[in-house]
Each structure stands twice: as C-alpha cells, then as structure tokens.
Nanobody, 117 residues
Framework: QVQLVESGGGLVQAGESLTLSCATVGARIFTAAVVAWYRQAPGKQRELVAS???????NSADSVNGRFTISRDVPQNAMLLQIDSLKPEDTAVYYC??????????WGQGTQVTVSS
C-alpha cells in the first residue's frame, strides 16, 4: 500500500514563499505516471495546481500565474511544491497525488496553508 505524507504547511504572510513536501512510502515516486498537487479552499472544489509526468512534462494551472513550481526529489522519494509570492487567495488545504493507473491512484492527507494579508 502506498502512503503519501505531506508537510510544510502553516501560517505565512502575503508575499512570502513556502515549500510543501510529500514523502512517498511503499513505491518509487519516479515510476508514477503523474504526480500532482491539488488544493481545496473553503467552499470550493478541489483544483489541480501543478503536475509533472514520468517523462518530465510540467503543467500548472493558469490561476497560479507561474508562482508554483512542482518537482520530484528522487533521492528522498518525495515531491515538492514551491510557492512564491503567496496571496491570501492561496489559502487552502493542499493535497499531493500520485497516479500509476485508475486502480493505483493515491492521495495524501492534506496540509493547511493559510496566508494572512
């Protein structure tokens, strides 16, 4: 069974940067077809913010305007999300996801990011 453990969330001020980490247990992250970060703000649906495929293709949501950078830390078997120039509207629970197939799709428990103005 694959487990994803997120860390790095917290309370930050607008304009600051933050790096979220998602450690993967039970599988090698570089074998996943896609790894991604999602977020869910209060009262809103969960949305994709950034993803990277096994062959390195990057994708990020237009709404984040290039402020979010996803990467894979292969030696640490983890994925990272660097968030720059944080805004109050970035306040949300952030979730990591690893996808091998429809039957092998896993989520972390979520980490709260709160941005004060």
């Amino acid at each position: 069974q694959v487990q994803l453990v997120e860390s790095g969330g917290g309370l930050v001020q607008a304009g600051e940067s933050l790096t979220l980490s998602c450690a993967t247990v039970g599988a090698r992250i570089f074998t996943a077809a896609v790894v991604a970060w999602y977020r869910q703000a209060p009262g809103k649906q969960r949305e994709l913010v950034a993803s990277v495929t096994r062959d390195g293709r990057l994708n990020s949501a237009d709404s984040v305007n290039g402020r979010f950078t996803i990467s894979r830390d292969v030696p640490q078997n983890a994925m990272l999300l660097q968030i720059d120039s944080l805004k109050p509207e970035d306040t949300a629970v952030y979730y990591c996801n690893t996808h091998w197939s429809a039957q092998h799709d896993f989520w972390g428990q979520g980490t709260q990011v709160t941005v004060s103005s």
